[in-house]
């Protein structure tokens, strides 16, 4: 990936940070509300969330068999769709009504498709890089290579999840309960949370292993065990949310 490119999105990433940071310092200051689809406890998620996220995938591919045409590609992509995102869900805060599940209006409606288009980007991209993931790379170590495959599914599974909470939600709307959709439409938060940071937490992991004097096999090992507990960790996390939710 071309360095200008790559420090461009960089410099996304941190802008979307810096986004998240001021709107925490203003829900901090103002003493503004936490809960409800009106609190600016939501950009703040978003920008947080995307701009590490992004941060992430520009770090993360680099131990991908891409080209380096391709990897840009996958970067400048993810990057827009991030914005796009985080973008929407600010304004729509600062204009004081919902961002999700708000068809109240028909430019709140085109918010809406907006955040859903962006969604669906992001869905195809990342299940793009995670079958691009499991193939063989031996430029790579196995342990930092395993890492990185079982966050991308762990990252896919986040898509999936984020995708069932918009199902919930605009099931509700559709309906007549908008009230509803604003209340069930985030309760699998949890479940998606923990899957979505497992690609930035495992490739750490596995980077920090590779500064120790163990050989590659043992690093496979304990990168193993690591995986596999944080794997059982969301499995269990996603199992209470489930039942929260369908007590």
């Not at 990057?79 to 009504?97: D, I, K, N, P």
């Amino acid at each position: 990936m071309p360095v200008n490119s790559r420090l461009i999105s960089y410099v996304v990433g941190g802008l979307l940070i810096a986004s998240g940071l001021a709107h925490l310092a203003i829900l901090l200051g103002s003493g503004g509300s936490w809960s409800g689809p009106l609190s600016l406890r939501k950009p703040m998620a978003f920008g947080l969330s995307f701009g590490i996220t992004l941060i992430t995938i520009i770090w993360v591919t680099s131990f991908l068999n891409l080209r380096a045409r391709a990897r840009t590609v996958f970067v400048s992509v993810f990057a827009a769709a991030s914005v796009l995102e985080t973008g929407l869900v600010t304004m729509q805060a600062w204009r004081g009504v919902p961002s999700h599940f708000n068809v109240a209006t028909p430019f709140d409606a085109l918010v809406t498709r907006g955040l859903a288009g962006g969604g669906v980007v992001l869905v195809v991209e990342i299940a793009a890089l995670t079958v691009v993931a499991l193939r063989p790379h031996d430029a790579v170590p196995a342990s930092l290579r395993l890492a990185v495959q079982v966050g991308f599914v762990l990252l896919s599974a986040a898509m999936v999840v984020g995708g069932v909470m918009i199902g919930i939600g605009m099931r509700q709307v559709f309906a007549g309960n908008a009230t509803q959709a604003y209340a069930t439409g985030g309760a699998l938060k949890p479940t998606h949370a923990i899957a979505m940071h497992g690609i930035l937490l495992l490739p750490v992991v596995g980077r920090l292993l590779m500064f120790t004097d163990w050989g590659e096999e043992r690093q496979l090992t304990v990168m193993r065990r690591v995986a596999t507990a944080y794997v059982l960790l969301a499995v269990g996390v996603a199992a209470l949310n489930l039942t929260v939710l369908s007590g």
